[in-house]
């Protein structure tokens, strides 16, 4: 008779990349039994794509119900990020050189997030909206007669790009290589991406390329002070002194990041949403302007772009009545917690309409709670009012996937739509 399973290491196997590789329906089936019957499972180091030979691989828990993702999110004290926030292992140098705030604790953590949060503010973000409305429907516009292509290129990634890096200062000629190499950051696991190469070699080019780009940037901003964030970077002080080339350089690679790729898939996971069901694409259309703000929030819970972030435990805590202890790691699974039957009614029907909707997309709340979270909200409202108001017959095919087991990307997907204009 085979040895019954011990109930914290159940057979699912999260930090493989070939179960990253699934459509997400399949992998939420592995995650909807661990939810019911494992809700704190302990598994073995996620793989190691990086071929970190001498670096300690570290094993760890996994968090999949919304409310225990929300507590530890919301209690830095037990459980921290300063001792790293990937799931998977990297580098030292290549962590320290492209996380800057995301990876830290209080009281550092709060200085530096200070210096760019009034840029992120609700209010802040208002003042800029005309903006991105208008870069919205000139890249609807721009698609509208093609009758389609691929949604990625045509429209998802656009929006992002230009409202990113206006705001941080990036020149135009700059900017397609600067977002290249900031995807590169995040879909280096995908065979497609790597191809020959090895991926650490990847990552470091890319994160070069960024790192270089931004110190040239400050240099010149020092010299030529704009109205940009790049501009109060190199104008800021914490504690009596000024940022180094080096922690101007890493928040810059943070906000590329954070500010592109996230807000560009939700935009194509939405629409494939939209495609498959056409009553909630006519509910919403039926009222655009006032159904946009709910709507948006589903986008962000059904798409989850960003699956995983970990934090360290700092000391001794019960869950689940296992005793966790310092030094372990948590990974929280926020697809997981956006799928959870405990917090959400029918957690697989997509309703534009939900309410309440208490997703996990921009984290469980707490003090790394998504900066950019409104800039984003704005951002989906802006494009999705002008697609479906210019091009209401817009259909999605199945997207290409990229495999990640950090952000839930979409590569291609091709749409179709009567031309006009
Ligand atoms: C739909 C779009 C977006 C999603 C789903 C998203 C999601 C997230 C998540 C899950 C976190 C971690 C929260 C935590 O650890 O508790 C985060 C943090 C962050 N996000 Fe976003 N994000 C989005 C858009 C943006 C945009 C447009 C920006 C603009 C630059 C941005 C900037 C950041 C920053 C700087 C952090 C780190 C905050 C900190 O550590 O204090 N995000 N985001």
């Known amino acids: 008779m085979a040895a019954p399973e011990a109930p914290h290491s159940p057979r699912v196997d999260l930090g493989s990349l070939e179960f990253w590789g699934r459509p997400a329906e399949e992998r939420d089936a592995s995650f909807a039994e661990l939810r019911r019957d494992s809700p704190l499972s302990r598994h073995e180091p996620p793989e190691d ?22 507590r530890i999110s919301r209690d830095p004290q037990t459980f921290c990020s300063g001792e790293g926030t990937q799931f998977g292992d990297a580098p030292p140098e290549i962590l320290e050189a492209s996380q800057s705030f995301l990876a830290m604790d209080a009281p550092r953590h709060t200085k ?27 890249i609807v516009e721009e698609a509208a007669p093609t009758g389609g292509g691929d949604f990625v290129e045509m429209v998802a990634r656009r929006l992002p790009l230009v409202t990113i890096s206006d705001m941080i200062g990036v020149p135009e000629p ?60 190199v104008q800021a002080e914490v504690d009596g002194e000024r940022l180094t080339h080096a922690e101007i350089a890493a928040f810059f690679v943070l906000l590329s990041v954070a500010g592109n790729d996230t807000t560009r898939h939700t935009t194509s996971h939405a629409m494939r949403a939209l495609t498959v069901n056409p009553h909630q694409r006519a509910i919403l259309i039926d009222d655009l302007e006032a159904r946009l703000p709910a709507a948006v929030e589903e986008f962000v819970r ?49 309703d534009v309409t939900r309410e309440p909707n208490r997703h996990l997309g921009f984290g469980g709340g707490g003090p790394h709670y998504c900066l950019g979270a409104s800039l984003a909200r704005t951002q989906l409202r802006s494009i999705f009012y002008e697609l479906l108001r210019v091009i209401p017959d817009i259909e999605a095919e199945p997207p290409e996937m990229l495999r990640s087991a950090f952000i839930h990307g979409v590569k291609r997907m091709q749409v179709s739509f009567t031309a006009r204009g």
């Open 112 to 138: 530096l997030r200070g210096l760019v949060s009034a840029a992120f503010t609700p209010r802040q973000v208002a003042r800029i909206e005309e903006g991105i409305r208008l870069n919205a429907k000139r």
């Open 49 to 70: 794509i990086l071929g970190l030979a001498d670096q300690e691989l570290h094993r760890y828990w996994a968090i999949v119900r919304h409310e225990d993702i929300r």
């Open 174 to 233: 700059d900017r397609e290589r600067i977002v290249a190499a900031a995807d590169m950051l995040v879909s280096v696991a995908d065979p497609e991406v790597f191809g020959e190469r090895q991926p650490l070699e990847l990552l470091g080019e890319a994160l070069w390329t960024l790192t270089q780009f931004a110190t040239e940037l400050a240099a010149h901003r020092e010299q030529r002070p704009g109205e940009d964030l790049m501009t109060a970077l």
């Open 302 to 350: 059904w798409a989850s772009p960003v699956l995983t972030f970990r934090r360290t435990v700092t000391r001794e805590v019960e869950l689940h009545g296992e005793q966790l202890v310092p030094g372990e790691r948590v990974v929280l699974f926020y697809h997981s917690g956006n799928r959870d039957e405990r917090a959400f009614e029918e957690p697989w029907r997509f």
